[in-house]
């Protein structure tokens, strides 16, 4: 079935560091893929997104470009702060099956030290 | 844009008791609505989906006895935990969508403890 594997962690970084986190998935056709950011104690919130190969998502500094031929959407940030510690989730949801539930990776977690 | 509200965000209960857990959408129908569970420093695992007006689909392992969903309305989706034990003690986040402009909106989730 479809999955998604993210780089584990924790990632330290120092603030105004360049951060990149892995994600790959395996699919059939062309799944949506996803950034989902998790705030302690908090639910999820949406990052970015990209629907189609080539695509780029972008938000708040974050970026994350769908590459089909590798199967890979890695986030990266080229400054990061203290406030984007967090835990960061890559999802996906299947090709043409809108309404399904989201497939998530197993989350990594950041932690930016100033 | 779409708000899902989840309450309650924390609940302490008695082990042998009920919990009930409610999501609601603030300003969207939302046709289908999923409920997460997490453990500590682990991922989102999907319990269920409801579908407004129908059974839910519970994933492979998870109790439909123990975890009642109901989605009587394309506002609000409800999990109730019954006869909860300490190992039902856990994050669970609920969320609406994955149609139309919105996408997938998530409830803030409900720190469950049995005690």
């Known amino acids: 079935g479809d999955s998604v594997t993210q780089m584990e962690g924790p990632v330290t970084l120092s603030e105004e560091a360049f951060l990149t986190i892995n994600c790959t998935y395996t699919a059939t056709g062309y799944p949506s893929l996803f950034w989902y950011v998790q705030y302690p104690g908090e639910g999820l919130q949406l990052l970015l997104k990209?629907?189609?190969?080539?695509d780029k998502g972008s938000n708040k500094g974050f970026e994350a470009t769908y590459r089909k031929e590798t199967t890979s959407f890695h986030l990266e940030k080229g400054s990061v702060q203290v406030s984007d510690s967090a835990v960061y989730f890559c999802a996906l949801t299947p090709f043409n099956q809108a309404g399904t539930a989201l497939i998530f990776g197993k989350g990594t977690t950041l932690s930016v030290s100033s | 844009g779409a708000v899902v509200s989840q309450h309650p965000s924390r609940v302490i209960c008695k082990s042998g008791t009920s919990v009930k857990i409610e999501c609601r959408s603030l300003?969207?129908?939302?046709?289908?609505m999923f409920w997460y569970r997490q453990f500590p420093k682990q991922s989102l695992m999907l319990m269920a989906t409801s579908n407004e007006g129908s059974k839910a689909t519970y994933e492979q392992g998870v109790e439909k006895d123990k975890f009642l969903i109901n989605h009587a309305s394309l506002t609000l989706s409800t999990l109730t935990v019954t006869s909860a034990h300490p190992e039902d003690s856990s994050f669970y986040i609920c969320?609406?969508?994955?149609?139309?402009?919105?996408?997938?909106?998530f409830g803030s989730g409900t720190r469950l403890t049995v005690v």
């Open positions: 990209a629907t189609k190969a080539d």
């Open positions: 300003d969207f129908q939302a046709t289908t």
């Open positions: 969320s609406a969508g994955g149609q139309g402009v919105y996408g997938y909106t």
